[in-house]
């Protein structure tokens, strides 16, 4: 059984509907809080979307990811902001929450389903063979930290404030990731705001094996 390590909302969500033999999908939906921004659960290929569907309409708008294990992660009701071929990291972000297809309320349909084409209308033809999985947590899932594969590496931080910044800071700087004096000292000031976005161009001696992995700032 697969377990997905968090819903595709970042403050977190609950199950409104499960998986059952009718129903072989997770109905998430999120906070009333929540912008209704749709992220990643797990890495892969975009293999299609769907964009065009409007409410009531026979199926849903929705993002396709093929993993590494050439399953394929249905997100519908979400109104893309990736296209077929795109690279995915689990947290990036891939759409919208959309009342799109038949919905009455804001929510993802999360599907796993077998290696296909990966196209929508394949996905459309095989409900029945879609498989069950889990979450590893509905709770929020701030904050994550992804980097992009490259010479100079592109590392994007992303979090809300209410972790202990010092600890933050040291565990980046031990992963070598941080090496000039320059991104130590604007690490620090940039992690003082209630809620920031850096962008730092990490130069060529980055490891090209180092995707850089989601750093939970756990004490």
């Known amino acids: 059984m697969h377990v997905y390590p968090h819903v595709p909302f970042k403050y977190g969500g609950r199950i409104t509907t499960g998986y ?7 109905d ?29 309409d026979d199926h849903a708008n929705c993002v396709i990811v093929r993993g590494s294990d050439q399953l394929l992660t ?3 009701h979400v109104s893309p ?7 995915v990291a689990t947290g990036d ?3 919208e929450v959309h009342l799109s297809g038949d ?14 084409d990966g196209s929508v209308q394949d996905v459309i033809d095989r409900p029945d063979k879609a498989v069950f999985f889990e979450f590893k947590t509905l709770k929020p899932w701030q904050p994550h930290i992804y980097g992009v594969l490259g010479s100079p590496s592109l590392l994007l931080l992303n979090w809300k404030q209410n972790v ?17 004096q320059r991104h130590n000292k604007v690490l620090p000031q940039m992690l003082e705001k209630e809620c920031f976005s850096l962008s730092v161009f990490c130069g060529s001696h980055h490891p090209d ?3 850089v992995r989601h750093l939970e700032t756990r004490t």
Do not use: W
């Open 20 to 26: 059952s033999a009718k129903h072989k999908a997770k």
């Open 28 to 56: 998430i939906t999120p906070r009333n809080d929540d912008d209704g921004q749709v992220f990643a659960v797990g890495g892969g290929t975009v293999t299609d979307t769907e964009s065009s569907m409007s409410q009531g």
């Open 74 to 76: 249905v997100y519908a």
């Open 81 to 87: 902001s990736v296209s077929a071929a795109d690279a």
């Open 93 to 95: 972000k891939i759409g």
């Open 103 to 116: 919905s009455t309320g804001r929510h993802v349909h999360l599907v796993r389903i077998p290696a296909g």
């Open 164 to 180: 202990k910044n010092a600890n933050v800071v040291n565990r980046l700087r031990k992963s070598g990731i941080f090496r000039s």
């Open 209 to 211: 094996a180092l995707l």
